[in-house]
Each structure stands twice: as structure tokens, then as C-alpha cells.
């Protein structure tokens, strides 16, 4: 099976500076890799995805993600974060589930970016 | 991208009653899913719902508990039944629309059951 991992469950900022958060994945084949934002009492939004092509891929609100593959990650970036920012991040890869594709996701990292 | 109207968006229930979630999409989808995403936690299929057809339940996972209907291409419903507890969480379904938007999801409905 598929899996993503993010090993940060928390990550502090102050508003302006550099976001990075943190995704591994271990998958056998190429990668389908997403990542979503929820803000409180919403559902998941879609970020950006990655399939093939440019290792470097932008998606909304000015949110990128660097695919490596010699480290297996798809750690997402935003060069200056806002306090608009602050929600839980989830990255997810296309898995195979009992009746096909699926997304497993991993465990979230809150991000807080203070003003 | 797909737009998904879930309902209700929360609700309180008595355990060992029955709570039924709808979702409607605004365009036809083959698949829809449905994820339960516990207090603090990630989140994990339900199911995955086509139409015509039976759900098919991940491992953890039974119709019993968590019947699902699924009678056209842009209509699905989960039943939580026979709530506990244990079942207080978020409840989301999700499409794939094949589009550039990745899978679409539903703004969830949050279960709490007393």
C-alpha cells in the first residue's frame, strides 16, 4: 500500500517568513501526490497535485511543492506565509483501495503563523 | 472543479439512533467516497460508493454500520447507525472529477453524539 507521512504535527511562523511543510511518501511506482488545507469548521481544499512533469508545482494562494524523488518527498512551500495561512495541512497519495483508487492521507500538520 | 453540497453540516444525536448524511454534486461522477475523520486525527475511507451498485467498505468498515445508497450519478448517502460515542466525528464525501482540481470534497458534517 501507498503511504505519506508527515512528521511534523505542528509548525510555528512568523507572518512573512518562509513556510515549509513537511511530506514522505513511500509508494511502489510513480506517485500521485495531493495536498489539502482545512480551516475550522470547513472541509478539505485542494492545494496543488503532482502526477508527472515538472518537479516543481504550484497550486492556489500561492502554495508550491518540490517533488524529489532520490528523498521521496513533497515537502509544500510558500515563500512569505500570511496569518490567513494558519489550518491543517494534509498531504495525501493516490492508493489503491477495496474498489479503486482512493487518497490516503497522512496525519496533518498544523500550521500557525503568528502576526 | 466539482461542487459538492453536503448535508447537514453538523448535528447532535442521541446514541443508538440514525443519522443520515447526503451529498450532491453538481456534475455526473462514477465514484463517490466517503472519509471519517476522528477528533485530532487524519483522515480514513469509509467507502467507496458507485452507482448501480453495492458500496464497497475498507477494512474496519461494514454496511451494517454504515450503509450507504448511492441511486444516480450525482447522489450519495451515509447512514451512521446505531451511534455511539465513538462515532463522534467528521464525516466527508469526495469525488473524482478527472479534472486539474484533484479530488473534490464536501464541507463535511460534524457528528457528535451524547
Known amino acids: 500500500a501507498q503511504s505519506v507521512a508527515q512528521p511534523e504535527d505542528q509548525v510555528n511562523v512568523a507572518e512573512g517568513n518562509p513556510l515549509t511543510v513537511k511530506c514522505t511518501y513511500s509508494?511502489?511506482?510513480?506517485?500521485?501526490l495531493f495536498w489539502y488545507v482545512q480551516y475550522p469548521n470547513r472541509g478539505l481544499q485542494f492545494l496543488l497535485k503532482y502526477i508527472t512533469g515538472d518537479n516543481l508545482v504550484k497550486g492556489s494562494y500561492g502554495f508550491e511543492a518540490e517533488f524529489n524523488k532520490s528523498q521521496t518527498s513533497f515537502h509544500l512551500k510558500k515563500p512569505s506565509a500570511l496569518v490567513s495561512d494558519s489550518a491543517l495541512y494534509f498531504c495525501?497519495?493516490?492508493?489503491?483501495?477495496?474498489?479503486?483508487?482512493?487518497?490516503?492521507f497522512g496525519g496533518g500538520t498544523r500550521v500557525l503563523v503568528k502576526p | 472543479s466539482a461542487v459538492i453540497s453536503q448535508k447537514p453540516s453538523r448535528d447532535i444525536c442521541q446514541r443508538g439512533t440514525s443519522l443520515t448524511i447526503q451529498c450532491q454534486v453538481d456534475?455526473?461522477?462514477?465514484?463517490m467516497f466517503w472519509y471519517r475523520q476522528q477528533p485530532g486525527q487524519s483522515l480514513t475511507l469509509i467507502a467507496t460508493?458507485?452507482?448501480?451498485?453495492?458500496?464497497?467498505?475498507e477494512s474496519g468498515f461494514v454496511i451494517d454500520k454504515f450503509p450507504i445508497s448511492r441511486p444516480n450519478l450525482t447522489f450519495s448517502t451515509l447512514t451512521v447507525s446505531n451511534m455511539s460515542p465513538e462515532d463522534s466525528s467528521i464525516y466527508l464525501c469526495s469525488v473524482d472529477p478527472q479534472s486539474n482540481y484533484g479530488y473534490t470534497f464536501g464541507s463535511g458534517t460534524r457528528l457528535t453524539v451524547v
Open positions: 456534475s455526473q461522477v462514477t465514484m
Open positions: 460508493a458507485n452507482q448501480g451498485s453495492e458500496a464497497t467498505y
Open positions: 509508494v511502489s511506482g510513480n506517485p500521485y
Open positions: 495525501a497519495v493516490r492508493d489503491r483501495g477495496a474498489a479503486g483508487n482512493k487518497l490516503t
